[in-house]
């Protein structure tokens, strides 16, 4: 049975660091993509990041784009967030989503995702 497991959330003060883990387990072999995704109380959620299991290609949000990487570790089956520069409006729960193929897929759409994590808390004070 697939898996997917966050972790590494936290309470941090603005401009601060945090770095997420999604670790998966069972048929990764299938897995093609891994994306974060974030929602925080009240919105829809939101694309944050992706990078194929190849590790060839990543895509950003705007949003993040130079504050946060993603990266992948094949040997260990864990996907990683750093998070640098930290906002308020970054507070949000973090979820990782596998995809397992890529057709059809649209990468910042939730419904791109075969299966999710339960999610990690990220809280950024001001």
């Known amino acids: 049975q697939e898996q997917l497991v966050e972790s590494g959330g936290g309470l941090v003060q603005a401009g601060g660091s945090l770095s997420l883990s999604c670790a998966a387990s069972?048929?990764?072999?299938?897995?093609?993509?891994i994306g974060w995704f974030r929602q925080a109380p009240g919105k829809e959620r939101e694309f944050v990041a992706v990078?194929?299991?190849?590790?060839?290609?990543?895509y950003y949000a705007d949003s993040v784009k130079g504050r946060f990487t993603i990266s992948r570790d094949n040997a260990k089956n864990t996907v990683y967030l750093q998070m640098n520069s930290l906002e308020p409006e970054d507070t949000a729960n973090y979820y990782c989503a596998a995809a397992t193929n890529v057709y059809g897929r649209i990468w910042y759409l939730t419904d791109s995702y075969d299966y999710w994590g339960q999610g990690t808390q990220v809280t950024v004070s001001s």
């Open positions: 990078v194929s299991w190849s590790g060839a290609g990543t």
């Open positions: 069972g048929r990764t072999f299938s897995i093609y993509a």
